[in-house]
């Protein structure tokens, strides 16, 4: 037979399950039905592999017996059949037993009881006869000296003058004790030929559970050679499990290159970006200094405001209380307007330092760090908005000062358009004097008092706020 034909995979598993299916291998029918499923299947064969199946199903012990039913003794057995008789009608009974008497347990067992029982049963025929003479012959004896002289068999034969039933008679059992001889005879016989034949079943069952260990044998060897290239330690599954596993590092290796690949674009990606942020944090570091020289030019200005407003304030506060009240609350407002604009200045060089700082530490910073800035220049943006506006309402303030005092001392008030010079008795200490015309807009008293802005003569002190100055510090 050709090697393919040997290690069929299908033909090997049909085989299997015809053997699975064999009452001689009933014990191990479920491992064998389990072994062609897997050849079907082609799973699991890398365990059956590694074991030794002809050791493992072909051992002796491995085969039972056909299932028998179960032997009784020979009185327990007639006792089970009275009771199963009981209640029977007669022909009921009659099929019942030939039923019976035809399974061959059935008939060794009543064999076996006969053959024991028929043994028996001629000698207490026998000595039951004798004992039944013996008291005729006694009677005799005693009634008839002279008939008891005669021979003992003769008597016996002749039923001791009447006085020994006819089946007692010595004839009559001698004829049963060899009739039962007989039977017992038949029944050996019967008993022999039902012997042997067990013998031979016997000895076929034998046979056939050789022909069958010789099947098996040779379909699990088959089955093994089959199971040759799934065994771990044959060359052939080493070099396919070698092989397997070389593919396997080919992929990984693969997978391992496709992934230093993405990490060094990533790293390229990271630097370029680092490179970028580095560039936006260095001209962000050059844009702080010239905020801080403008921040520093503001606070130089707003000082110097501050500064000619307390002047002011101190030089018209013994002149006139209630406007020098006025101008010392303009002073306080423009006071804090500087404080205020300082601290802005103070957070400006703060967060632009940090900013600065934060952006060489860590470029994913820059976005918050430049929102923040440009938060910074609309907050210095603003506080120079309100500044102007604290400027324009200082000069306003000054403009109404200006006028408030002439107003009190009866020196004309000059308007917008044509300076207007008024003589004055009395001059208010603390205010410059000169007389040249370079100095018109800041002397008051002996010469002109040209004062930039001021509001005209009918415009009442602390009213000026609805002139232009006014509304753009409303502004």
Same mark, same amino acid.
């Given at each position: 037979?050709?090697?393919?034909?040997?290690?069929?995979?299908?033909?090997?598993?049909?085989?299997?399950?015809?053997?699975?299916?064999?009452?001689?291998?009933?014990?191990?029918?479920?491992?064998?039905?389990?072994?062609?499923?897997?050849?079907?299947?082609?799973?699991?064969?890398?365990?059956?592999?590694?074991?030794?199946?002809?050791?493992?199903?072909?051992?002796?012990?491995?085969?039972?017996?056909?299932?028998?039913?179960?032997?009784?003794?020979?009185?327990?057995?007639?006792?089970?059949?009275?009771?199963?008789?009981?209640?029977?009608?007669?022909?009921?009974?009659?099929?019942?037993?030939?039923?019976?008497?035809?399974?061959?347990?059935?008939?060794?067992?009543?064999?076996?009881?006969?053959?024991?029982?028929?043994?028996?049963?001629?000698?207490?025929?026998?000595?039951?006869?004798?004992?039944?003479?013996?008291?005729?012959?006694?009677?005799?004896?005693?009634?008839?000296?002279?008939?008891?002289?005669?021979?003992?068999?003769?008597?016996?034969?002749?039923?001791?003058?009447?006085?020994?039933?006819?089946?007692? /008679?010595?004839?009559?059992? !001698?004829? &049963? @004790?060899? +009739? %039962?001889?007989?039977?017992? #005879?038949?029944?050996? =016989?019967?008993? $022999?030929?039902?012997?042997?034949?067990?013998?031979?079943?016997?000895?076929?069952?034998?046979?056939? /559970?050789?022909?069958?260990? !010789?099947? &098996? @044998?040779? +379909? %699990?060897?088959?089955?093994? #050679?089959?199971?040759? =290239?799934?065994? $771990?330690?044959?060359?052939?599954?080493?070099?396919?499990?070698?092989?397997?596993?070389?593919?396997?590092?080919?992929?990984?290796?693969?997978?391992?290159?496709?992934?230093?690949?993405?990490?060094?674009?990533?790293?390229?990606?990271?630097?370029?970006?680092?490179?970028?942020?580095?560039?936006?944090?260095?001209?962000?570091?050059?844009?702080?200094?010239?905020?801080?020289?403008?921040?520093?030019?503001?606070?130089?200005?707003?000082?110097?405001?501050?500064?000619?407003?307390?002047?002011?304030?101190?030089?018209?506060?013994?002149?006139?209380?209630?406007?020098?009240?006025?101008?010392?609350?303009?002073?306080?407002?423009?006071?804090?307007?500087?404080?205020?604009?300082?601290?802005?200045?103070?957070?400006?060089?703060?967060?632009?330092?940090?900013?600065?700082?934060?952006?060489?530490?860590?470029?994913?910073?820059?976005?918050?760090?430049?929102?923040?800035?440009?938060?910074?220049?609309?907050?210095?943006?603003?506080?120079?908005?309100?500044?102007?506006?604290?400027?324009?309402?200082?000069?306003?303030?000054?403009?109404?000062?200006?006028?408030?005092?002439?107003?009190?001392?009866?020196?004309?008030?000059?308007?917008?358009?044509?300076?207007?010079?008024?003589?004055?008795?009395?001059?208010?200490?603390?205010?410059?004097?000169?007389?040249?015309?370079?100095?018109?807009?800041?002397?008051?008293?002996?010469?002109?008092?040209?004062?930039?802005?001021?509001?005209?003569?009918?415009?009442?002190?602390?009213?000026?706020?609805?002139?232009?100055?006014?509304?753009?510090?409303?502004?």
């Amino acid at each position: 037979m050709p090697h393919a034909q040997l290690t069929d995979r299908t033909e090997l598993a049909r085989l299997l399950t015809e053997l699975a299916d064999h009452p001689f291998l009933t014990p191990r029918a479920a491992e064998l039905r389990g072994l062609a499923e897997d050849l079907r299947q082609d799973t699991d064969l890398d365990q059956w592999a590694e074991l030794d199946l002809l050791h493992s199903f072909a051992r002796p012990d491995d085969f039972a017996a056909p299932q028998r039913p179960a032997r009784s003794g020979a009185l327990a057995g007639l006792l089970a059949l009275a009771r199963q008789l009981k209640g029977l009608a007669p022909g009921a009974a009659l099929r019942h037993l030939r039923d019976r008497f035809r399974e061959r347990p059935v008939r060794e067992d009543l064999a076996e009881a006969a053959l024991g029982v028929l043994v028996f049963v001629p000698l207490l025929v026998t000595w039951f006869a004798l004992m039944e003479a013996s008291d005729a012959y006694g009677e005799l004896s005693r009634e008839d000296p002279r008939q008891a002289s005669r021979p003992f068999l003769q008597l016996w034969q002749s039923g001791f003058g009447g006085r020994l039933p006819w089946p007692a /008679r010595f004839g009559n059992v !001698a004829l &049963l @004790a060899v +009739v %039962l001889i007989t039977l017992l #005879l038949m029944v050996a =016989g019967w008993h $022999a030929r039902l012997r042997a034949r067990a013998t031979r079943e016997q000895v076929a069952e034998q046979e056939q /559970r050789t022909a069958l260990a !010789a099947e &098996l @044998a040779s +379909v %699990l060897t088959r089955t093994q #050679l089959l199971l040759i =290239g799934h065994r $771990a330690s044959s060359p052939q599954r080493f070099t396919a499990e070698l092989t397997k596993a070389a593919g396997r590092m080919e992929q990984l290796g693969r997978k391992a290159v496709a992934a230093q690949t993405s990490l060094a674009r990533a790293a390229a990606s990271a630097e370029g970006a680092a490179t970028v942020l580095q560039e936006a944090a260095c001209r962000l570091a050059d844009e702080v200094p010239p905020l801080g020289d403008a921040a520093a030019r503001i606070e130089r200005a707003v000082k110097a405001g501050s500064d000619t407003l307390q002047a002011m304030h101190t030089g018209t506060a013994d002149a006139v209380r209630g406007v020098g009240d006025r101008i010392s609350h303009a002073g306080e407002v423009v006071d804090a307007a500087v404080t205020k604009l300082a601290g802005v200045q103070q957070r400006l060089l703060t967060s632009s330092q940090s900013a600065v700082e934060e952006t060489v530490r860590a470029s994913r910073a820059l976005v918050d760090s430049a929102g923040r800035t440009a938060g910074a220049v609309d907050e210095m943006r603003q506080s120079a908005e309100r500044w102007d506006a604290a400027a324009a309402h200082w000069e306003n303030a000054a403009a109404r000062l200006d006028s408030g005092i002439r107003r009190l001392t009866g020196v004309p008030v000059q308007r917008a358009d044509a300076l207007e010079v008024v003589p004055v008795a009395t001059t208010l200490s603390g205010w410059p004097h000169d007389h040249g015309p370079a100095h018109r807009g800041t002397q008051i008293g002996t010469g002109t008092a040209p004062v930039r802005g001021a509001a005209p003569r009918d415009t009442v002190p602390g009213t000026a706020a609805g002139g232009p100055a006014g509304q753009e510090h409303s502004r």
